[in-house]
């Protein structure tokens, strides 16, 4: 059974950096999409990073500031997250998909469904 974990949540201070990691097993990510999704409270889920066959695609709200990349050696997922702001208070969830037939855009716009997600971790920005 393929299965992600998520770690490497916290408090973060406004401006600071936190990468978080996601842990696949049951299948080998290179076949997959993956995505980072976050929920934050009172607001709909929403795609910040999405890959699919290595093209990212970003949200307008984290690009620049974010980046999705993998480790197939070691079967993991990270979302880098720099310049945070109390905006990105959120629960982060990874997410996957094999075969991976949409695009970034698709996964993180909502339009095509992502069938294997993480249990979240809980990124907070505060001072």
């Known amino acids: 059974q393929f299965k992600l974990v998520e770690s490497g949540g916290g408090l973060v201070q406004p401006g600071g950096s936190v990468r978080l990691s996601c842990a696949a097993s049951?299948?080998?990510?290179?076949?997959?999409?993956i995505g980072w999704f976050r929920q934050a409270p009172g607001k709909e889920r929403e795609g910040v990073a999405c890959?699919?066959?290595?093209?990212?695609y970003y949200a307008e709200s984290v690009k620049g500031r974010f980046a999705i990349s993998t480790d197939n050696a070691k079967n993991m997922v990270y979302l880098e997250m720099n310049s945070l702001n109390l905006e990105d208070t959120a629960v982060y969830y990874c997410?996957?998909?094999?075969?991976?037939?949409?695009?970034?855009?698709?996964?993180?716009?909502?339009?095509?469904?992502?069938?294997?997600w993480g249990q979240g971790t809980l990124v907070i920005v505060s001072s």
């Open positions: 997410a996957a998909e094999n075969p991976p037939v949409h695009t970034g855009y698709s996964y993180c716009g909502g339009y095509a469904p992502m069938d294997s």
């Open positions: 049951g299948g080998t990510l290179d076949v997959y999409a």
């Open positions: 890959m699919a066959y290595g093209n990212a």
